[in-house]
């Protein structure tokens, strides 16, 4: 017999538990169903000719960094090159939607982007040249190192910009990643820290369609990477990343929320990576030459070509002169690349921690004895 049926007991009523609604509407913070476009729409007139100018002469730029630092790996110039061919219009709008007093957080495969915010582009390879640390001083042009580590890049400018806010510096924080780093632990922590504190952050996935030879539809089941964005409590944006405008428009309006204090912004950037993971992977092992050829048809520089064009702010002069440009641009890159660079052995011991260990100061001491045996350095 139980207590409900105990002759004259009134029936049991569970107690209602305390009114439950969403904490914040996830509606606002939806992806729209399409990647946004501003090329060949209606809203591509309302882009200042000067915006779009300096949009084409870095994507041509780009393009040819891309193809030549490629050909320095053949030559034995570089280690490796993971080459951005195809996904340029991400990696110069990222570099333009931020001011100058902001932060850049790139991925090994953003050597453009550091490139269009102002480093130099000898520098910018030094560590795919396997030469000396970074290379290059991340403060000079607010460019944090180049991550090989995936995803590792997004907790450090969810840092810089917390902490930026707390001492009331106005600056944000860009930081890219690919597809395959939305599955790290980093990118789930780095996000969740971001909504929290309101960071003034932004992430930009480029979804080039594979983490080396792993296709998207292997890496998640989320229905777009954008959709991520929903669980932690921040707006999640797509947008055709082969369309430069529409990155750039995207970019700047997600930097101008968290500059005034709207917090971070996730954006999925649609793209495509044209080239093999990097030099030493061989692409047809895992895709087919149509998948290429229909992205080769929806390239970012034709698509901004055609537009500039049908405005008449582009012609075949204009076209000559970025294609001059960038031409100068890649022989100076060649002509600096192919000196050797006069490296000192002995930096592999400094800059790593202020006091060194006894095991690293054993180690200097043992490397610097051989080195003066053969007479070196
Ligand atoms: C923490 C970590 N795990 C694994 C790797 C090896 N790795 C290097 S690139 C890569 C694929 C990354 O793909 P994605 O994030 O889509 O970037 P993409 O190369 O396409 O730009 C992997 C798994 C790494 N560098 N770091
Ligand atoms: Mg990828």
């Not at 000079?140 to 997004?154: I, K, M, Y």
């Not at 890219?176 to 969740?192: C, I, Y």
Request: negative net charge; contains cysteine; charged residues 25%.
């Amino acid at each position: 017999m139980t207590v409900q049926e105990l002759p004259g007991a009134a029936p049991y009523r569970p107690t209602p538990p305390p009114a439950w609604k969403p904490r914040t509407d996830p509606a606002p913070l939806l992806p729209d169903p399409e990647p946004y476009r501003v090329l060949g729409t209606d809203a591509a007139a309302g882009f200042a000719p000067e915006l779009l100018r300096r949009l084409y002469t870095e994507l041509v730029r780009g393009r040819r960094y891309n193809t030549q630092a490629t050909a320095l790996t053949k030559q034995g110039r570089l280690a490796v090159y993971p080459s951005s061919t195809g996904q340029e219009a991400c990696e110069v709008a990222a570099a333009l939607a931020l001011e100058d007093r902001d932060w850049l957080f790139p991925s090994y495969r953003d050597t453009l982007a550091a490139v269009a915010r102002g480093l130099d582009p000898v520098q910018a390879l030094t560590l795919l040249r396997g030469d000396w640390h970074t290379g290059y001083d991340p403060r000079e042009h607010r460019v944090a190192p180049l991550s090989t580590p995936l995803a590792t890049q997004l907790p450090h400018a969810v840092g810089l910009a917390h902490a930026a806010r707390l001492k009331g510096d106005d600056v944000v924080a860009l930081a890219m990643v690919g597809d395959g780093g939305t599955s790290e632990g980093d990118f789930h922590e780095a996000l969740n820290f971001a909504a929290v504190w309101q960071a003034p952050v932004v992430f930009l996935v480029q979804n080039n369609g594979f983490a080396i030879s792993v296709p998207l539809a292997k890496q998640t089941a989320a229905p777009s990477l954008a959709h991520k964005a929903v669980g932690y409590g921040m707006p999640g944006r797509l947008v055709d990343g082969n369309d430069a405008p529409a990155v750039h428009q995207v970019l700047s309006e997600a930097v101008a929320r968290a500059r005034r204090g709207g917090g971070p912004t996730l954006v999925e950037a649609v793209t495509y990576r044209i080239d093999a993971h990097t030099n030493a992977d061989d692409a047809t092992r895992y895709r087919g030459d149509g998948e290429v050829e229909a992205w080769r048809a929806h390239d970012p520089i034709r698509l901004l070509e055609r537009e500039m064009t049908d405005r008449g702010l582009l012609d075949e002069d204009g076209v000559r002169q970025a294609a001059e440009d960038a031409e100068t641009m890649a022989a100076r890159l060649r002509e600096r690349m192919n000196a050797d660079a006069r490296l000192d052995p002995m930096d592999l011991f400094a800059h790593v921690y202020a006091e060194q260990t006894a095991q690293l100061r054993e180690q200097a001491a043992q490397l610097r004895a051989e080195l003066d045996a053969e007479g070196d350095v």
